[in-house]
């Protein structure tokens, strides 16, 4: 398998993370992240090391760090709010709204049957995202979301509880109907760097996303957000994550 690189400096790689490859291994075994990292050594000694998550289905920007400092440095950016990211996925349906922000406190259940999830609760977490539809096609809808949080699973239990129409393929807030896996899409991240240049990497929209008729497209100009300064106030076009991820 080869991981396109999307973003390399001395510290940072930013790689286009392949629908399917589990960051950590499965516990059946199989393929994950682990297997490649000797690849994205780039000639380094080190391995790098992935400083958040995407779930397995979802592809796209994954930041890696190339030695420990920089892993530290990072992971307080996660915390410090310095990291901005944006998704896209396809709805299995229109909204009646065209855009808006999801406020919805998270917290994770397990059952017997159904395993583990993320609900709506009033006493979980807070999580928020802002969304807007930027296609329509065939009664499905692409969506830009940008998390302002980074909860376990948010922009899936957001999509589903809070638009009201779960993302296409998700077969745990939706339905496994209509499409191979869950369609969500990490296409941006930004994260701020005091006296380095800003890592900034986006990532078009894969050939899946066009195979169900929103065809691959190189990200425009504002496609990748800013990072964010501690200083500077979170916004709908500046949103901020923590140490998890939204996805």
């Known amino acids: 398998m080869n991981i396109p690189i999307l973003y390399e400096d001395g510290e940072a790689l930013v790689i286009d993370k392949p629908a399917g490859l589990p960051i950590d291994r499965p516990r059946k075994g199989g393929e994950c992240l682990e297997d490649h990292l000797d690849d994205l050594k780039l000639g380094f000694q080190r391995r790098p090391l992935p400083v958040h998550r995407l779930d397995t289905d979802t592809s796209g920007c994954l930041l ?39 406020e919805l406190a998270l917290t994770k259940i397990s059952s017997a049957d159904k395993g583990w999830r993320m609900i709506p609760a009033k006493k979980g977490k807070p999580s928020v995202t802002e969304w807007r ?8 809808a692409l969506v830009e979301f ?34 191979p896996r869950t369609m969500l899409h990490a296409s941006g991240i930004g994260v701020a760097r005091e ?41 709908e076009h500046s949103p901020v994550s923590e140490p998890g991820d939204a996805a």
């Open 195 to 235: 006296g380095k240049t800003d890592i900034a990497a986006d990532s078009p929209l894969p050939s899946d996303f066009a195979a169900l008729g929103f065809p691959v497209v190189e990200p425009g100009p504002d496609s990748v957000p800013g990072p964010v300064s501690e200083q500077s106030p979170a916004s």
């Open 133 to 140: 539809v930027v296609a329509e096609h065939e009664g499905r």
């Open 64 to 102: 890696l760090a190339r030695n420990p400092k920089a892993h530290k440095r990072f992971t307080a950016a996660f915390e410090a709010k310095a990291v901005a990211k944006v998704y896209h996925g396809i709805l299995a349906g229109i909204p009646d709204e065209k855009e808006g922000r999801v």
């Open 146 to 179: 940008r998390p302002a949080t980074g909860r376990t699973h948010q922009i899936r239990v957001h999509a589903a509880s809070g638009i009201g129409i779960a993302l296409l393929g998700d077969p745990v807030y939706g339905s496994r109907e209509g499409a």
